[in-house]
């Protein structure tokens, strides 16, 4: 099924992780084509100075739900809220993430948790608890933001490459289960991108020579794979070397290679 975004002008559409990088991008590209949006992410100021931009150059609607998606509660509150202002979600944006670089002891029990649980789990319930709007309309969509992480096992970075390895997966599988409803759910795997994130994963230097390509041209690619039809869409540079890298060759032998790219500066 393909998906117009622009006949979808004053639907609403939610987008999490929505006060930077790709969620911001995604804000502006829906806004323009006449999408009303739900915000949300932790910064209740970010997301109301957005609103307001959004509202004045656009002339769209916007609800700002300050959240944060790591707790477990987050989810069902974001469904309560937007079902007390009237609101069925016709685009699910599932962009909100966190990443941790470095080894895997060197955080606390807690904070894998929280990445675990906003990465992983968030995603997982909201499909499901919008599951009934987005089924109410003829023709909705859901995007998963994935990882080029998910083609192997990643050492020093090892609960981000398992959170979105379990997002891949089921992302993929429910775009066939729900094909048949007109809900269109895309796996985006951006490559390396020009966000806040690696700074805010800890990420070290000496890892970030590719260049980062700019939140706009994923964006773009996301929503041309839409009018597409595509289930999956990346923007990341030799993903097809990496499957059969990571398919192939002994697992011992993988990780090890990869261990070599992630392992901190101190440590080689």
Not at 41 to 58: F, G, H, I, P
Request: net charge neutral.
């Amino acid at each position: 099924m393909n998906v117009d975004i622009s006949s979808w002008r004053g639907d609403w559409a939610l987008v999490t992780g929505a006060s930077c990088g790709i969620g911001l991008a995604f804000c502006r590209a829906l806004a323009a084509e006449g999408m009303n949006l739900v915000l949300v992410a932790r910064r209740a100021d970010v997301l109301n100075e957005l609103a307001v931009s959004l509202a004045r150059d656009a002339g769209v609607k916007c609800l700002v739900l300050a959240h944060d998606l790591s707790e477990p509660d987050a989810p069902t509150e974001l469904l309560r809220r937007v079902g007390e202002e009237g609101i069925r979600i016709r685009l699910l944006v599932n962009n909100a993430g966190a990443g941790h670089w470095g080894r895997f002891a060197g955080a606390s029990a807690d904070v894998h948790r929280q990445l675990m649980t906003l990465n992983a789990v968030a995603p997982v319930v909201l499909c499901r608890l919008f599951a009934d709007d987005l089924a109410s309309f003829k023709g909705a969509a859901v995007i998963n933001l994935s990882s080029p992480a998910v083609y192997q096992p990643v050492p020093y970075m090892a609960a981000y490459a398992a959170s979105k390895s379990a997002v891949h997966s089921f992302s993929l599988a429910l775009s066939e289960e729900w094909r048949s409803l007109g809900v269109v759910v895309q796996t985006l795997v951006p490559g390396p991108t020009a966000t806040e994130f690696d700074a805010r994963a800890g990420a070290y230097g000496s890892a970030l020579g590719e260049a980062r390509a700019s939140v706009e041209s994923v964006v773009a690619a996301s929503l041309g794979g839409l009018k597409r039809g595509d289930v999956l869409v990346t923007t990341a540079k030799g993903v097809f070397g990496q499957r059969i890298f990571g398919g192939l060759f002994p697992p011992a032998f993988v990780v090890r290679k990869v261990a070599a790219m992630f392992r901190p500066p101190a440590e080689h």
